[in-house]
């Protein structure tokens, strides 16, 4: 891996508060990710279990954990299983953990190779009461790809069809929606190297530069400085291309008078930033265009402004709602009658702003938590409003990343240039 590494009281806090949230008598089990594979014998790029890797901090393939906090035997209350290095592994890929590196990353002291797991499965599971077993619950999951998680299901139910099983995601959500001191470091140093990427585009953006340039320039800047790249595919839109919400083409030219949105972030161990910035081509916005940059970043302030302890998801998106209402009347994009005709499902706003305002952010992008909790300090929002016009091949959407702190909030990307002029002022340096 590229980043530095992590200290492993991390990981044994945050298994000590999953075992919290578990049944007495209980036992979770938790499976690294597959290496899935791409044509003939190659593969994709690995990427972690978050689950597993918040639990642990390995990055490796072929892991499996076990928590068991009531075991009988206090050798068996934490298990982890990682793959052993062999003479053909070494030479062609690496060598993997030893146990000693594993018990220093992790602060757990059994570790198995994964080729023992059988055995030593059959001398721990039949002492659980409750067997908690993971999948990737998540509103926006809609992958048919079947995971090694997912397999394991079908496996368990079929050698132990008597044991009550129970649905870990949801404890994951609870404890991962909250913070720890090292991760909002973790978050602050993607924050920081998106920061160095952005700052370089300031300067390389000109008419006639390829969208594609600009995501070179990006990776050039996140990889040499320990990112192991993009937190997710970056949208880079120019003009009338910043009007599809998920542009990922990234192949056309950058035109004199044309908008560039860029919705591009770094990645550091496995926690992802996620910044949106909407900059002219030329360097300079014209009228109309800097009348919707300021009603977005307005919209922007006041969002942030309702990202604090104890509102909750539903009545903060409305707020904005309304908010954003206001400024597109004053756009002249909507009329008062618009509104009082709106369709209460589908506010007439949803025209020219069709998605929310914010999600979870972490260890992944649109990371894991619950809509119907309240905020709460610890918790990490992004706050990314946007405009777009399609008649007018302008669309513009700003977007920091905000910690909610019991004095409010704190936005990991104040250091980000976001004030027009301020875009301005580096652009023509």
Known sequence: MRYLPLDSKLFIENRRRLATLMQPGSLAIV?????????????????????????????????????FPDHPDPKFREILFVRETNEHIAVWEGEKLTKEQARQLTGIQTIYWTHQWETIMRGVIFEAKLVYLNTNEHTR???????????????????????????????????????????????????DITKLGFERLLSFT??????????????????????????????????????????????????????????????????????TRSIPVNGRFTARQRDVYDAVLRVFKFAKSLLVPGNIWDEYHAEIGTFMESELVDLGLLSRQDIANQDPEWPAYKKYFPHGTS????????????????????????????????????????ENDILITAEGNRDLMAHIPIEAEEIEELMNA
């Open 31 to 67: 499976h690294a990710n597959d290496l899935m594979p791409t044509n003939a014998d190659g593969t994709m790029g690995f990427r972690q279990n978050s689950d597993l890797f918040y639990l642990s901090g390995v990055d490796q393939e072929e892991t499996v954990l076990l928590i």
């Open 141 to 191: 999951n809609e992958s048919p790809v079947q995971t090694r998680e997912f397999r394991y299901i079908q496996e368990f139910r079929q050698k132990y069809p008597l044991h009550s099983l129970a649905r870990l995601a949801p404890l994951m959500h609870s404890v991962r929606a909250i913070k720890q001191p090292q991760e909002i470091e973790l978050l602050q140093t993607a924050c």
């Open 206 to 275: 000109k008419p006639g530069v390829m969208e594609y340039e600009l995501e070179a320039e990006l990776i050039h800047e996140f990889i040499r400085n320990r990112s192991r790249g993009f937190a997710y595919t970056p949208i880079i839109a120019s003009g009338a291309n910043a009007c599809v919400l998920h542009y990922i083409q990234n192949n056309q030219p950058c035109r004199d008078g044309d908008v560039l949105l860029l919705d591009v972030a770094a990645e550091y161990a496995n926690y992802g930033a996620d910044l």
């Open 359 to 398: 999600h979870f952010l972490g260890l992944d992008v649109h990371d894991v938590g619950n809509k119907y909790r309240r905020f709460e300090p610890g918790m990490v929002f992004t706050c990314e409003p946007g405009i777009y016009i399609r008649e007018e091949g302008l669309g513009i959407r700003l």
